[in-house]
């Protein structure tokens, strides 16, 4: 009987070592090169103008499929959370607008700013990407061409894109997302400069 209890112990002590080193896991901070961007001006030395546009995009791309990013531009209706990208708790969809369903709008729970006391993300707009522009699972490529479209990316050019990544909060809310969620790589600075440089080189896009 005290051999069966001990090993009772024994087994609950286990799950919870085991349960404790997955939320580490999860929640680890990224290697520095991860969680860095490289400078516009650190892409100079491309002679090839169009080759410099796709090796900018592809730095670009540690933010677009950086999880702050992915999230909320995923390819079903459900959003994701956290570093680990788990499915969202609780079951919430897109909705009509992308603010979720009836009763269970994205306000219901998430507020104009983080709620670090209880880790629940906010933005004035808190709102899922819409379908035309869910990344998830595309190549690098493919989100470049995506971003670029028109008929998909919200009727912007590509100085309206710029203009979106560096004045919409909920964007700038990747740099700032509050206590338990690491923020997307550099700076929006930095993104914004990238982003810019892209666009004098042509916003060429990697091949897909």
Same mark, same amino acid.
């Given at each position: 009987?005290?051999? !069966?209890?001990?090993?009772?112990?024994?087994? /609950?002590?286990?799950? /919870?070592?085991?349960?404790?080193?997955?939320?580490?896991?999860?929640?680890?901070?990224?290697?520095?090169?991860?969680?860095?961007?490289?400078?516009?001006?650190?892409?100079?030395?491309?002679?090839?103008?169009?080759?410099?546009?796709?090796?900018?995009?592809?730095?670009? !791309?540690?933010?677009?499929?950086?999880?702050?990013?992915?999230?909320?531009?995923?390819?079903? *209706?459900?959003?994701?959370?956290?570093? !680990?990208?788990?499915?969202?708790?609780?079951?919430?969809?897109?909705?009509?607008?992308?603010?979720? !369903?009836?009763?269970?709008?994205?306000?219901?729970?998430? &507020?104009?700013?983080?709620?670090?006391?209880?880790?629940? =993300?906010?933005? /004035?707009?808190?709102?899922?990407?819409?379908?035309?522009?869910?990344?998830? &699972?595309?190549?690098?490529?493919?989100?470049? *061409?995506?971003?670029?479209?028109?008929?998909?990316? &919200?009727?912007?050019?590509? =100085?309206?894109?710029?203009?979106?990544?560096?004045?919409?909060?909920?964007?700038?809310?990747?740099?700032?997302?509050?206590?338990?969620? *690491?923020?997307?790589? /550099?700076?929006?600075? *930095?993104? &914004?400069?990238?982003?810019?440089?892209?666009?004098?080189?042509?916003?060429?896009?990697?091949?897909?």
């Amino acid at each position: 009987m005290q051999k !069966a209890i001990l090993l009772t112990v024994a087994a /609950g002590i286990a799950i /919870g070592l085991a349960g404790t080193a997955l939320t580490f896991a999860q929640t680890a901070p990224r290697s520095p090169s991860d969680s860095s961007l490289r400078p516009a001006a650190s892409f100079s030395n491309i002679a090839n103008e169009r080759d410099r546009s796709v090796a900018l995009f592809t730095e670009m !791309a540690k933010v677009l499929q950086h999880p702050r990013c992915m999230n909320c531009h995923p390819a079903t *209706e459900r959003p994701r959370q956290g570093d !680990a990208r788990r499915l969202h708790e609780p079951l919430v969809v897109r909705g009509k607008d992308g603010h979720g !369903a009836p009763g269970m709008n994205c306000t219901t729970c998430h &507020g104009k700013q983080n709620y670090d006391p209880a880790r629940i =993300p906010g933005d /004035g707009h808190w709102a899922l990407a819409p379908a035309s522009m869910a990344w998830e &699972g595309k190549t690098v490529g493919q989100i470049c *061409e995506q971003l670029k479209d028109p008929n998909r990316n &919200g009727s912007r050019d590509v =100085p309206g894109l710029i203009k979106h990544v560096t004045t919409d909060s909920l964007v700038l809310w990747g740099w700032n997302p509050g206590v338990g969620r *690491e923020p997307a790589p /550099g700076t929006p600075a *930095e993104f &914004g400069a990238l982003m810019q440089s892209w666009a004098d080189t042509g916003a060429a896009c990697p091949a897909s």
